[in-house]
């Protein structure tokens, strides 16, 4: 009877110590990062995203001065089941 005590006892104790070891080493690893911001920076997304809507506003452009030309075609056809 005193071994099984003595047996869960350690076990308990085994855990807990793991336990800690595992949070500490999580809350440490986040130390580590230092001054590296978890989010991209603001300024250069708003510049990419400038940029991308640039690139489709020159693209709108295109597609309208097609529809302007009378050169576009449409075909419709019937879905098909």
């Known amino acids: 009877m005193r ?11 085994v855990n807990v110590v793991a336990w800690y070891m595992l949070g500490f080493s999580q809350t440490n690893s986040v130390a580590q990062q230092g001054g590296r911001a978890p ?6 997304q708003r510049a990419e995203m ?10 709108l452009r295109e597609q309208n001065e097609l529809l302007r030309s009378g050169q576009l075609e449409v075909i419709a056809k019937p879905p098909s089941d």
């Not at 071994?3 to 104790?13: A, D, G, I, P």
Request: net charge negative.
């Open 3 to 13: 071994n099984r005590s003595m047996f869960f006892t350690v076990l308990v104790l």
């Open 50 to 59: 400038i940029e991308q809507l640039r690139a489709i506003h020159a693209e």
């Open 39 to 44: 989010f991209a920076n603001s300024v250069e």
